[in-house]
């Protein structure tokens, strides 16, 4: 399918609904990304799944960009970072939520994996915990309210604060 306007489906910022229209979204990463776009909590601006040659570091690292309340996404850094720093790991690779202005001037976030060089059988792996942790905070309802994350409603110096220990990738940082 090509879109009319810039000629490619892909490689172009868009709303969840028309890049799913579009089937733009990369199939191994689809599940995270409709896990991460919930009406009014968060919307997804861009993804990519990563890309790579065997044996070479990536060319793409794998990526979501998304619009949330900060408190949505100072949790899910914090869930990124609490298993960065355990002892017995869910996730394969380095992952870290940061915060940044886009091309717009809007303020928006990115879980991305920093990892240069992956396998795609662990990738996905880490794509289908990623997506278990995303719709427990994302559509959890209140931030604070649930049992496995104890955070009381934030404040947005606490939220940059996690956002950028993360970023970072300041070991053993609270949250």
């Known amino acids: 399918m090509r879109d009319a306007q810039s000629g490619t489906v892909r490689g172009r910022v868009r709303a969840h609904e028309e890049a799913a229209r579009l089937g733009a979204v990369d199939a191994p990463i689809r599940n995270l990304v409709n896990?991460?776009?919930?009406?009014?909590?968060?919307?997804?601006?861009?993804?990519?799944?990563?890309h790579r040659w065997p044996l070479l570091a990536a060319l793409q690292t794998p990526f979501v960009m998304f619009e949330a309340d900060g408190r949505y996404a100072r949790?899910?850094?914090?869930?990124?970072?609490?298993?960065?720093?355990?002892a017995n790991r869910y996730l394969h690779y380095?992952?870290?939520?940061?915060?940044q202005f886009d091309d717009a001037g809007e303020f928006v976030f990115l879980l991305e994996c920093r990892s240069r060089r992956f396998r795609r059988s662990r990738l996905e792996r880490d794509f289908q915990t990623l997506c278990s942790w995303a719709e427990e905070i994302f559509r959890a309802g209140e931030v604070g309210q649930r049992s496995g994350f104890d955070f009381c409603a934030s404040e947005w110096h606490d939220t940059l604060a996690a956002v950028l220990a993360a970023s970072k990738g300041v070991r053993g940082a609270a949250p």
């Open 35 to 50: 896990a991460m776009n919930v009406r009014g909590v968060v919307q997804t601006r861009s993804s990519c799944a990563g």
């Open 75 to 86: 949790r899910l850094a914090a869930a990124v970072h609490r298993d960065w720093c355990a």
């Open 94 to 99: 380095y992952w870290a939520v940061t915060a």
